[in-house]
C-alpha cells in the first residue's frame, strides 16, 4: 500500500494503478462503514485508492472541524489490511492553496434538509469532491447510503457535469443495537450512545406504517416526531419524508421516499435515514 501527499505524487502512483480504479472519499477515522465502501471496491475494482482528507470547507465555523476525531496509523493499518492499494492524504494547502477561488455548486438538491441547517456544506463536499475526482481519475467512486443527501448532491453534478464516473452507493452498515456507525458516535457517552438509538428505531417504526399502507407524508413525519420526542436527551432538528431523487418533501408517498433526519444526543448532531421503496 502506498500512501501519499502531494499532487505530484499522487500522479505519479496513478500512473502505476491498473484500471479500473475505485475511489472511496472519506475523512478518516474510519469504522466499518468506511471499510464496507472498501470491500465493495475490492470486489468491484483492479485497485483501489481511499482518500483521507477531513475538508475545512465543508464546516462551518461554528461546527467541529478542530475536534473532528483523527487517528492516521490506526487508518492506515485498517486501510492496508483492506488491501487498498493508494491512499492519498492531502494537506488543506495541497487541496487549497493560497488565491483558492474556484467552487462547485449544485442548487436545487442542496437547498432542503442538511443544506438548510448547515449553509454551505454541500458546496464544499462537491468541490472537495471535484477536486478528489480530479487528482485520482477513477472509473467508479464509493458513497454510503448514511449521507442519503451527499449522494443525491453527487450523482446530480456527475450528471450535470458528465463525469465518467460510475457512482456506486454502499448501504449503511449499523451496529448491532441499530445505530448508524459514524467516526462522530466517538462524542458519544454510554448513556447517549444508548438514547442514539432512537433514531433507527424511529425510521423503522415509521418504515413499518409505510409497510402496512400508511401513504400520508404528514403522518409519516409525525411518527418520527413522536417515537424522537419520548427520548429525553434527543433533540430533532428536522425530520422528513421526501422525494428521494429532488428530496421535496412529499405530501403523499406515491413513488418511493426518504426517509431522514438529524437529531441532537447530548451536544452531538447524528443523521439517519431509510428509502421507503
Ligand atoms: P466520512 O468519513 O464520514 O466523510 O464518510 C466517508 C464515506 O463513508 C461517505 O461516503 C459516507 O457516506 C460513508 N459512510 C460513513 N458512515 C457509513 C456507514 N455507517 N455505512 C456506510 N457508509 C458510511
Redesign the pocket.
Known amino acids: 500500500m502506498k500512501v501519499v501527499e502531494t499532487l505530484e505524487e499522487l500522479w505519479k502512483a496513478r500512473e502505476e494503478l491498473p484500471e479500473p480504479v475505485g475511489l ?6 474510519l ?4 471499510l ?2 472498501v470491500k465493495r471496491a475490492r470486489k468491484e475494482c483492479v485497485s483501489v485508492v481511499v482518500s483521507i482528507f477531513v475538508n475545512p470547507t465543508q464546516f462551518s465555523p461554528e461546527e467541529d472541524l478542530e475536534a473532528y476525531p483523527r487517528d492516521i496509523p490506526r487508518d492506515l493499518k485498517l486501510l492496508e489490511s483492506a488491501h487498498t492499494d493508494l491512499v492519498w492524504m492531502p494537506t488543506p494547502e495541497v487541496m487549497y492553496p493560497d488565491g483558492y477561488q474556484t467552487w462547485v455548486e449544485v442548487e436545487e438538491v442542496t437547498k432542503p434538509l442538511e443544506g438548510a441547517v448547515r449553509p454551505g456544506h454541500f458546496r464544499g463536499v462537491s468541490t472537495v469532491v471535484t477536486k478528489l475526482f480530479n487528482g485520482v481519475l477513477p472509473q467508479k467512486a ?6 442519503a443527501q ?2 443525491v448532491v453527487i450523482q446530480q453534478m456527475a450528471r450535470d457535469l458528465n463525469l465518467p464516473i460510475e457512482i456506486v452507493v ?5 451496529e448491532r443495537n441499530g445505530l ?4 462522530r458516535n466517538t462524542y458519544l457517552n454510554e448513556e447517549e450512545r444508548e438514547a442514539a438509538t432512537v433514531l433507527y428505531r424511529a425510521l423503522q417504526v415509521a418504515e413499518e406504517a409505510y409497510q402496512s399502507g400508511e401513504r400520508d407524508g404528514n403522518t409519516l413525519r409525525t411518527i418520527l416526531e413522536d417515537y424522537i420526542h419520548a427520548e429525553p436527551l434527543a433533540k430533532i432538528q428536522y425530520v422528513s419524508c421526501a422525494n428521494p431523487l429532488t428530496l421535496d418533501e412529499l405530501d403523499e408517498v406515491t413513488n418511493g421516499a426518504l426517509l431522514s433526519m438529524a437529531v441532537f444526543v447530548g451536544k452531538t448532531r447524528l443523521i439517519d435515514n431509510v428509502i421507503l421503496e
Open positions: 472511496v472519499p472519506t475523512m478518516g477515522y469504522h466499518n462503514g468506511h464496507s465502501l464509493y458513497f454510503g447510503q448514511k449521507d451527499q449522494v454502499v448501504p449503511t452498515v449499523r448508524a456507525m459514524s467516526s
